[in-house]
């Protein structure tokens, strides 16, 4: 089916706004991942979902940073008082399961999240 | 714990010349995955070539192929006949069996290729 959508695909928000950041992945995948890119870098881990649970949310920058998902399907990232260091990309991913070694990860195409 | 070292931080190859850019890793795990992706500009990451580390080929995908040195903790990427299409960002990542390792892909710094007509 379709690949994963992520919405909006751009973002400029004020200092202190809460934002959303939605993902739809592929159909049928059970395993979703959010990640980070700043400029210039590479992608920093977030969190991952198995179905609908999120086992570890330690890669989570801060108490401001949330995410759920529900349905097994649709995730959404939320980050409160926004800083002008959440500025970057965020980027989802999905693959079929989680913990197989040879299962690649699917991206979306990203949400460029600019806080001024 | 995985680390991904990509020390080219950018590359220039001619159009249709070969490139090979570097990935070295390291991981405690036995079982292990390499894998590389390409950024373009538009921003979406795509899968190119996966290697197993217990698989015994290197790992080949039309024109991308995985020179894979176990011993040396290497995974290359290799793209042949270069086209202008291939100038992105590429990232080399890799997923372990244990621990947070088992269940997110570890990435390097990316290196950005530039194809010159």
């Known amino acids: 089916g379709a690949g994963v959508s992520q919405s909006p695909s751009n973002k400029v928000t004020e200092k202190g706004k809460d934002v959303e950041l939605r993902c739809d992945p592929i159909s049928g995948h059970t395993a979703l991942y959010w990640y980070r890119q700043s400029l210039g870098q590479g992608l920093e881990f977030l969190i991952y979902?198995?179905?609908?649970?999120?086992?570890?949310k330690s890669g989570l920058p801060s108490d401001r940073f949330s995410a759920e998902r529900t349905g097994g399907s649709v995730s959404t990232l939320t980050i409160q008082r926004t800083q002008q260091e959440d500025s970057a990309v965020y980027l989802c991913?999905?693959?079929?399961?989680?913990?197989?070694?040879?299962?690649?990860?699917?991206f979306g195409n990203g949400t460029r999240l600019t806080v001024t | 714990a995985q680390k991904i070292t990509q020390t080219q931080p950018g590359m220039f190859v001619q159009e249709k010349e070969a490139v090979t850019l570097d990935c070295t890793y390291d991981?405690?795990?036995?079982?292990?995955?390499l894998f590389w992706y390409k950024q373009p500009s538009s921003g979406e990451m795509i899968f190119l070539i996966y290697q197993g580390s217990y698989d015994e080929q290197n790992a080949t995908e039309g024109r991308y192929s995985l020179n894979f040195q176990k011993a040396r903790k290497s995974a290359n990427l290799v793209i042949s006949a270069s086209q202008l299409g291939d100038s992105a960002m590429y990232f080399c990542a890799m997923r372990g069996v244990s621990g947070a390792g088992s269940y997110q892909l570890t990435f390097g710094k990316g290196t950005k290729l530039s194809v010159i007509p």
């Open positions: 991913a999905s693959s079929l399961v989680v913990g197989r070694v040879g299962s690649p990860l699917h």
């Open positions: 991981t405690s795990d036995q079982s292990y995955g």
């Open positions: 979902f198995q179905g609908n649970s999120a086992p570890d």
